[in-house]
């Protein structure tokens, strides 16, 4: 019933840039904090940034000054600009977010995940 879709990944070399994309859709009713995770090859997920419905944001020490989290409410839609990429910044970008599913009557709270976007950062 409620869908997340990342896009926006791809292949890019050390030092570049991507845009990274994500979009609810379905029977929202509200979107509560939506989140930036990431997973290596071989390693497990990891958070890399959060931002709040009223544009608080948080980041993993290791994007801190590189990525930026950002979001358009009225589109329930969520970007992470990733800057000066280096090839630790390869792996599977999934989107997360804290959503209120269905109408006031029948609401109920999950956290929901996308299906992931490659990224890969060639040296």
């Known amino acids: 019933q409620v869908q997340l879709v990342e896009s926006g990944g791809g292949l890019v070399q050390a030092g570049g840039s991507l845009r990274l994309s994500c979009s609810a859709s379905?029977?929202?009713?509200?979107?509560?904090?939506m989140s930036w995770y990431r997973q290596a090859p071989g390693r497990q997920r990891t958070f890399v940034a959060r931002?709040?419905?009223?544009?608080?944001?948080n980041y993993a020490d290791s994007v801190k000054g590189r990525f930026t989290i950002s979001r358009d409410n009225a589109k329930n839609t969520v970007f992470l600009h990733l800057n000066s990429l280096n090839p630790e910044d390869t792996g599977v970008y999934y989107c997360?977010?804290?959503?209120?599913?269905?109408?006031?009557?029948?609401?109920?709270?999950?956290?929901?995940w996308g299906q992931g976007t490659q990224v890969t950062v060639s040296s």
């Open positions: 931002i709040t419905r009223d544009g608080m944001t």
């Open positions: 997360n977010a804290n959503i209120g599913h269905g109408t006031i009557a029948t609401l109920q709270w999950r956290d929901d």
């Open positions: 379905g029977s929202i009713f509200s979107i509560n904090d």
